[in-house]
């Protein structure tokens, strides 16, 4: 897979209600022992953690849709994209940005999150 089709697969294993096909999403796009943070905190290292923190968002958010909104920005294993959590009424949440790092695999070994703009100075 490119580059951008990890990323888009990630997004979509955000947006997927069903357990298997989740998993699926994940095992192409997440490595191994990738590790995700947030503002909200850090999901332990692995795939299954990611699955359950996903389906926790799910339950948090009934019917939201992480939404992709840039192409993927990548240097030296690193990577960078921005995406929008849209809620089920069509309303927009909160607008984020993803950096990270590849692993040898070409899929995601590590995210950190960030929720809005960065602060003004």
């Known amino acids: 897979m490119t580059l951008d089709e990890t990323v888009i697969a990630y997004c979509a294993a955000w947006n997927e209600k069903d357990e298997g096909a989740r998993m699926a999403l994940l095992e192409k796009s997440w490595g191994d022992s990738g590790v995700y943070e947030d503002p909200m905190g ?46 089920r009424d069509g309303s ?23 929720f809005g703009p960065p602060p003004p100075l």
Do not use: C
């Not at 290292?45 to 996903?54: F, N, P």
């Not at 339950?59 to 240097?75: C, F, L, M, N, R």
């Open 42 to 87: 850090v999901v332990p290292a692995g795939r299954s953690a990611l699955h359950a923190h996903i389906a926790n968002f799910h339950q948090g958010y009934p019917g939201a849709k992480i939404v992709p909104t840039s192409k993927v920005d990548e240097h030296h294993g690193k990577i960078h994209f921005t995406w929008r959590l849209v809620m």
């Open 92 to 114: 927009v949440a909160i607008d984020g940005r993803d950096f990270g790092e590849i692993d040898a695999t070409g899929r995601i070994a590590h995210i950190v999150g960030f």
